[in-house]
């Protein structure tokens, strides 16, 4: 049984995201889909919505026999894994721009607890400047949603807008 934590703010959930967890799922029985609760950051959803949005769309993805949880977690990531009994941690790494900061992660995780590996996967090319924050910033100034985040996704944020 290997169990793996794919950690992030999905603030919101992209398609790069649901492309990472399908093909994570190819090597993992489990995976944990583990939204980090960060005081310091205002997001855009809460956590609330954000675990609602990703139960909903992870229906509709491709995971075979791989269970897919969702939940939230505060403080250190290997913290949260070992006390999980995962034994992975996931992350996508889309651009050589995003290797740095994840190496840096990667091996200051691996200092903390040894026991967990991270593995870095590669999304789609299609999503390869797929970003939450980008997503955010094309949505607020007007830009085109589709194919970026799943529809329910693109609807909430135009519902969040709207109710202000
Ligand atoms: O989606 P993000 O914002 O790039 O995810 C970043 C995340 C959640 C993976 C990272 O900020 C994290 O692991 N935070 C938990 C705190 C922690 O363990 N810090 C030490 C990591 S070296």
Redesign the pocket.
């Known amino acids: 049984m290997r169990r793996a934590i794919y ?4 603030d919101p959930v992209t398609n790069g995201h649901l492309d990472i967890i399908e093909r994570g799922c190819k090597l993992f029985d489990e995976i944990i889909i583990a939204i ?1 609760v960060n005081p310091d950051k205002q997001p855009f959803f809460s956590i609330e919505d954000r675990r609602q949005m990703l139960q909903e769309v992870l229906r509709s993805i491709a995971h075979g026999k791989c269970v897919l949880r969702v939940d939230d977690f505060e ?4 913290q949260y894994a070992v006390a999980q009994e995962a034994h992975a941690i996931v ?1 996508g790494i889309r651009a050589i721009s995003d290797y740095e900061y994840e190496l840096q ?1 990667a091996l ?2 691996r200092r903390l607890e040894p026991s967990i590996e991270t593995v870095f996967m590669m999304p789609a090319e299609t999503y390869s400047y797929v970003s ?1 924050r980008l997503v955010k910033e094309v949505f607020l100034l007007g830009g085109e949603l589709e194919g970026l985040v799943p529809p329910l996704v693109e609807a909430r944020m135009k519902d969040k807008v709207a109710k202000g």
């Not at 950690?7 to 999905?10: D, K, Q, V």
């Not at 403080?75 to 290997?78: A, D, F, I, K, N």
Request: glycine letters at 14%; charged letters at 5%.
């Open positions: 950690p992030g703010s999905f980090l403080g250190l990531l290997v992350r992660m200051m995780n939450s």
